[in-house]
C-alpha cells in the first residue's frame, strides 16, 4: 500500500512539467492550422460560445466547491473540485481545437473599450498559464491528506481560477460581435 503522505512529493515534478509544457504547446497548437497540413476540416465556429459557457459553469462550480467546504461537506468540495478540473481541461481542448481550425478573431472595438479588453484579454491569459500548477498543487495537497497546505494554497489559488473563468465570459462577451460566421 502506497505512503498517501508522499502522494504530493512524487508529482511534483510531474507538476511543474505539466506546468510548464501545456502553455507551450498551446501556443505552439494555437500558430498551427489543420488546413495548412492538407487536411480539409470545417471551421469549428461553434466552440466558442461553449467553450465560454464551460467557463461560466467552472465559476460556478468554483464558488458551490467553496461554500461546500465551509458548510464541512468534504466529498461535495471534492466532486465539485474534479468537475471543475475537468471543465477546465474540457475548455482547453475545444479552445485549442477551435483555433487550430479557425483563424482568430480580431477585437473591433475602438478607444478606451480596446485597452479594457486588452487588460482583460492579458491578465486572463497570464493568469490562466499561472493556475495550471497552482490548481495541481492544491488538488495533490487535499490527495495526499494534507489539508493545512491545501487550504493554505488554495486561498490563493481560488480566486485566480475564478477570475480565470469569470474573465473567460467576459472575453468571449467583448469579442463575439466580431466572430465571423
Known amino acids: 500500500m502506497k505512503d498517501i503522505s508522499n502522494v504530493d512529493k512524487k508529482y511534483n ?3 511543474v512539467f505539466v ?9 505552439i497548437l494555437f500558430t498551427v492550422k489543420l488546413k495548412d497540413f492538407g487536411f480539409e476540416v ?3 465556429s461553434f466552440l466558442p460560445p461553449i467553450y465560454a459557457t464551460i467557463n461560466g459553469i467552472t465559476a460556478v462550480v468554483l464558488v458551490a466547491a467553496v461554500l461546500a467546504i465551509k458548510k464541512g461537506n468534504r466529498k ?17 481542448v475545444m479552445y485549442v481545437a477551435y483555433h487550430m481550425t479557425s483563424d482568430s478573431t480580431k477585437f473591433g472595438g475602438e478607444g478606451w473599450i480596446k485597452f479594457v479588453y486588452f487588460f482583460i484579454l492579458i491578465s486572463h ?9 497552482l490548481v495541481l498543487f492544491t488538488y495533490v495537497r487535499a490527495l495526499a491528506a494534507k489539508f493545512d497546505q491545501h487550504k493554505k494554497i488554495a486561498k490563493i489559488t481560488f480566486p ?22
Open 13 to 15: 515534478t510531474l507538476i
Open 19 to 27: 506546468s510548464v509544457l501545456i502553455p507551450i504547446v498551446v501556443a
Open 42 to 44: 470545417e471551421p469549428l
Open 76 to 92: 461535495v468540495h471534492e466532486r465539485l473540485m474534479t468537475f471543475a478540473i475537468a471543465l477546465s481541461l474540457a475548455f482547453l
Open 125 to 133: 491569459i497570464l493568469l490562466s498559464i499561472a493556475v495550471i500548477p
Open 160 to 181: 485566480i481560477w475564478l477570475y480565470v473563468a469569470v474573465t473567460g465570459v467576459v472575453v468571449y462577451l467583448m469579442i463575439a460581435p466580431y466572430y465571423t460566421h
